[in-house]
């Protein structure tokens, strides 16, 4: 009987008494910490949305489709230029980072908003590219400052942390859309203002909340991660349906009020999860506590002493001195250390190889579907496919490689070879299509696609330690873009327009004379996706190299020295 008293009494949550210092606790907490992150990450998702709102931005200024593509590559270069907000973060404390990002969020969308509704003269291009730009890149700042203090504040839980982060990222498109939808309607204008204040109001109200904080010992945090993952799974299931549904069903405003109501019940979930959470450290902190066994002196030997000298003088010395003088894996590089080791370019030129091929195939989706002969609804589907498919590889990339490394010691760079590996097999099938073969292919592409992200950002904070994180990972992630540029806008553009031109030519027509210039039939891809594929396995290739580079370093103990910094209860 006392035992089962024992029990029920663990279960229950504090007596009236306690209740208000358990919600100070917990509102001052890692957990509640975490939560408002989630809610950024999901709020922060208005680059996923231009393809929605473009046409209304092409339809009231009048641009061509040059001048459009034009404005969403300002786009993707503001959304992944994030070098700026990680060096404002290296200077400046958290809430400034994510207020400067609410405001650059409200300016650039607040102005794209005016310019389309005419409530100001009509812009040059080159501004309509700049507000693009300003409101694109106040991503950058939510990122870091979730991403980076939630980091820190789980060291030992990072891979399935970033996974999640990273997970709630991507489906805060269908999160805005459905909310967009049932304040506003099937209004593309108003989106850019939804799109300009709410993520800015959610940096807002946490301002305060997102900070680093000591971490504590949590007996079962590896348990409420996986119950965060199913409540995110939860979500994207939910939103997938929606989102197939709406292609053929047209839902009134009241039923998306009820979409939306049932997506922010589940979107607020995770807050109770949080709950009980920091209810396990409270618990834990009410229990006696056991005295530490009495220190004994202990003589430090003579060398052991100059090494700590040698180590203080060491971080005195300029970062150009250091350049050269690399510290071991793990721990804290300096910006320029980290940028100039080989472990660095290497997983640079990975991720070039491989971001740089996915967001390729990501960008010619519906080309592809369109050369193949999809109708456009059925092209709608694969975008679909490719969205929860990409939620999934995140979270799914995540907690499989935090599983490898803690379980069975494997580096976390062989999971990206594997994840490299697998999308070559996405673009095989793009590239020699067969009858329904683009719905595998569209689950292999984004899935590899939603995979990588986490599992560069979580091997730069291991390898390069978590001093100069918010830096680093927008520096890696630098590569993306790059790859995009060089892969999509110089290799597969080209080589489509010209199987393209091959089939006017075969009609008897020129260029001028076309409308537009269309090429249908399973050749058109054919040789940009075997190059992507060449590209790409040339990527898992480096991959392997920094398995094995890295290798006796993920065999040791790689969050020790968390667990030694970390606050026992």
Not at 113 to 122: A, F, Q, S
């Amino acid at each position: 009987m006392d035992d089962d008293k024992g029990s029920m009494s663990s279960r229950q949550g504090p007596e009236g008494n306690e209740l208000l210092p358990f919600t100070v606790q917990f509102l001052r907490g890692r957990w509640f910490q975490l939560f408002a992150s989630f809610l950024i990450m999901a709020g922060a998702g208005a680059t996923y949305l231009f393809g929605t709102y473009s046409s209304e931005i092409n339809t009231t200024l009048g641009y061509d489709q040059t001048t459009i593509n034009l404005l969403g590559f300002s786009k993707d270069l503001g959304g992944n230029i994030g070098v700026l907000s990680g060096l404002v973060a290296e200077v400046t404390p958290t809430w400034f980072v994510l207020l400067l990002g609410a405001a650059l969020n409200f300016g650039g969308y607040f102005m794209i908003w005016l310019t389309v509704t005419e409530k100001i003269p009509k812009p040059k291009v080159w501004q309509m590219c700049i507000y693009i730009i300003i409101g694109a890149n106040s991503q950058n700042f939510a990122n870091t400052g979730a991403l980076v203090v939630s980091v820190k504040n789980f060291p030992e839980s990072r891979g399935s942390l970033i996974g999640l982060l990273k997970g709630y990222a991507g489906l805060s498109g269908a999160i805005v859309t459905q909310i967009y939808l049932a304040v506003y309607g099937n209004d593309s204008k108003s989106l850019i203002l939804l799109v300009g204040w709410l993520p800015a109001a959610i940096s807002i109200v946490f301002v305060y909340t997102i900070r680093p904080l000591r971490p504590v010992k949590h007996p079962n945090e590896g348990r409420v991660f996986h119950h965060f993952l199913l409540i995110s799974i939860v979500l994207a299931v939910f939103l997938m349906a929606i989102t197939l549904t709406e292609k053929v069903i047209t839902f009134s405003k009241a039923a998306y009020a009820f979409i939306t109501t049932v997506a922010c019940v589940l979107l607020f979930a995770p807050l109770f999860i949080a709950i009980r959470g920091e209810l396990m450290v409270w618990k834990l902190k009410k229990q006696p506590i056991i005295p530490p066994p009495t220190k004994t002196t202990i003589n430090t030997p003579k060398g052991e002493v100059d090494k700590s000298k040698q180590e203080a003088m060491f971080d005195d010395k300029s970062c150009f001195l250091t350049l050269c003088d690399k510290p071991k894996k793990g721990e804290d590089y300096t910006i320029l250390q980290a940028l100039t080791s080989i472990d660095m370019c290497i997983l640079f030129f990975a991720t070039f190889c491989g971001l740089g091929s996915s967001l390729t195939a990501v960008d010619n989706l519906g080309q592809i579907g369109e050369s193949l002969g999809y109708p456009n609804k059925t092209v709608t589907r694969f975008e679909s496919l490719f969205s929860i498919w990409n939620f999934l590889g995140r979270v799914f990339s995540g907690f499989v490689s935090e599983i490898l490394i803690v379980k069975y010691k494997l580096p976390r760079p062989l999971m990206m070879e594997i994840v490299l590996l697998i999308s070559c097999v996405g673009y095989l099938l793009v590239a020699f299509p067969a009858p329904g073969t683009l719905y595998v292919a569209s689950i292999i592409i984004g899935f590899s696609f939603g995979a990588q992200l986490p599992l560069i950002f979580a091997i730069i904070s291991e390898l390069f330690g978590l001093k100069f994180f918010s830096t680093l990972f927008n520096c890696g992630q630098m590569a993306s873009p790059l790859g995009s540029y060089i892969l999509n806008v110089k290799l597969a553009g080209p080589l489509y327009d010209r199987e393209a031109t091959k089939d006017l030519t075969a009609k008897g027509l020129t260029r001028s004379q076309a409308k537009e210039l269309t090429c249908i039939g399973p050749w058109c891809y054919r040789l940009p996706f075997i190059i992507l594929t060449s590209v790409t396995f040339i990527g898992a290739l480096s991959s392997l190299v920094l398995v094995a580079r890295t290798r006796t370093f993920y065999k040791s103990d790689i969050y020790k020295k968390f667990k030694e910094n970390t606050d026992n209860i």
